[in-house]
């Protein structure tokens, strides 16, 4: 029985490199960087050359970096901590109609405490509309957040072109949510424009439970952790010390890599797309073909449920997802896919195909192999064929 991942976009292994700069911290340097004393302050100088290393890969200042928990803890921080900056209690907010649930969980909370909160519409390419943007935007809005790449249909906002008509219009602070993009786009924050960025450890090679948020100097920030006064009172709580070395040296080697993976991958994307297209009938590919990650695949398929495919996949030995990994609990199609306006037949059974480093060539032919036969065998049984 093969065992081939396809669920990249939820979770990563652990970069080999990167275990190896984490285990120090892990079995010698524990002590915590707090404390004052001289293996405690080794542990600081581990911390701040991590938050350095990571300043310096997206074009920021180490005082404009936060370490926190997880993407979710960032994208939590930035839209928490933006809106009530200085109390503020209410002002107006933009975001999509797509954004991850860290995202529109935290916006639809502000509206019931009484803040404004437009929501984007996209088209059938996952795309926001750039005249829209422009018609939402208000003497009073405060925050524009906006998702660089989706995580379930992989779609690529420009957010340079976003950002610039963001500036131009006033004093609103821009946030991007980058968590599935820094493996293949670049996530300079000069070069973007951007006030604000989360990004996870988990989605690039790195330990699990770490994230980041970038806030520009000048933004003001309200702490949602509060106790210990760590970074530098933003988030409170001990650092965790080898979880941060290894995401520093996650975001290198993925920043290293992301144009030759980009072109690798983007290989097997096509071959994988092309390959269903032409075997399996009645299939549909949820978003654009062109504008979205190298890793990213997302069909549904006429007459099946997804999470039928989904088990008789992993019956077989390949593991695939069905939307994001933190809402594939949910029952009926996600929101992302009712949002790109999938039809009702085909939304059910909408089925998330992510790459990474360690897919090939093999993987997609063997996919390509099986595939077809599942959906056939699966419409045969269904009750919607």
């Given at each position: 029985m093969p065992n081939m991942y396809f669920d990249f976009a939820a979770a990563t292994p652990l970069d080999l490199d990167v275990k190896e700069a984490m285990l120090?911290?892990?079995?010698?340097?524990?002590?915590?960087?707090?404390?004052?004393?001289?293996?405690?302050?080794?542990?600081?100088?581990?911390?701040?050359?991590?938050?350095?290393?990571?300043?310096?890969?997206?074009?920021?200042?180490?005082?404009?970096?936060?370490?926190?928990?997880?993407?979710?803890?960032?994208?939590?921080?930035?839209?928490?901590?933006?809106?009530?900056?200085?109390?503020?209690?209410?002002?107006?907010?933009?975001?999509t109609v797509i954004e991850h649930k860290s995202?529109?969980?935290?916006?639809?909370?502000?509206?019931?405490?009484?803040?404004?909160v437009s929501y984007l519409s996209v088209d059938s390419d996952g795309q926001i509309s750039i005249d829209e943007l422009r018609g939402?935007?208000?003497?009073?809005?405060?925050?524009?957040?906006?998702?660089?790449?989706?995580?379930?249909?992989?779609?690529?906002?420009?957010?340079?072109?976003?950002?610039?008509?963001?500036?131009?219009?006033?004093?609103?602070?821009?946030?991007?949510d980058a968590c599935q993009a820094a493996n293949y786009l670049s996530v300079d924050v000069k070069e973007l424009g951007v006030d604000s960025m989360s990004l996870n450890s988990s989605k690039i090679y790195g330990p699990k439970g770490v994230g980041m948020l970038y806030v520009r100097d000048g933004v003001e920030l309200e702490p949602q952790i509060i106790g210990g006064g760590q970074e530098r009172g933003r988030r409170s709580g001990t650092e965790n010390l080898s979880g941060i070395v290894g995401f520093s040296k996650a975001l290198t080697v993925a920043q290293e890599l992301r144009v030759e993976e980009s072109a690798r991958l983007t290989l097997l994307k096509n071959q994988l797309i092309d390959g269903v297209i032409s075997t399996i009938p009645d299939v549909h590919l949820n978003g654009s073909r062109h504008l979205r990650l190298p890793n990213n695949i997302n069909f549904s398929f006429k007459g099946i449920e997804g999470e039928?495919?989904?088990?008789?996949?992993?019956?077989?030995?390949?593991?695939?997802?069905?939307?994001?990994?933190?809402?594939?609990?949910?029952?009926?199609?996600?929101?992302?896919?009712?949002?790109?306006?999938?039809?009702?037949?085909?939304?059910?059974?909408?089925?998330?195909?992510?790459?990474?480093?360690?897919?090939?060539?093999?993987?997609?032919?063997?996919?390509?192999?099986?595939?077809?036969?599942?959906?056939?065998?699966?419409?045969?049984e269904s009750v919607f064929g």
């Open positions: 120090p911290y892990l079995e010698d340097f524990y002590a915590n960087p707090s404390a004052l004393y001289s293996v405690g302050q080794l542990a600081k100088n581990a911390l701040e050359d991590a938050r350095n290393s990571v300043a310096q890969v997206i074009g920021a200042s180490s005082r404009e970096i936060i370490f926190t928990g997880s993407g979710t803890e960032a994208n939590n921080l930035a839209i928490f901590g933006i809106a009530n900056a200085g109390g503020r209690t209410k002002g107006h907010i933009i975001t995202v529109l969980e935290p916006a639809r909370a502000l509206e019931r405490r009484g803040f404004e939402a935007l208000r003497n009073d809005t405060i925050l524009v957040a906006i998702v660089y790449a989706n995580n379930e249909i992989g779609t690529v906002q420009n957010i340079v072109e976003i950002g610039r008509e963001i500036k131009n219009f006033g004093g609103a602070i821009f946030h991007i039928a495919l989904l088990s008789a996949l992993d019956d077989l030995g390949v593991a695939v997802a069905s939307g994001s990994a933190c809402g594939s609990q949910e029952v009926g199609s996600s929101h992302v896919i009712k949002a790109i306006k999938v039809s009702e037949e085909f939304a059910s059974s909408a089925t998330r195909i992510t790459l990474g480093r360690q897919t090939t060539t093999e993987d997609i032919e063997y996919l390509l192999e099986i595939l077809p036969k599942v959906v056939e065998t699966l419409r045969k």
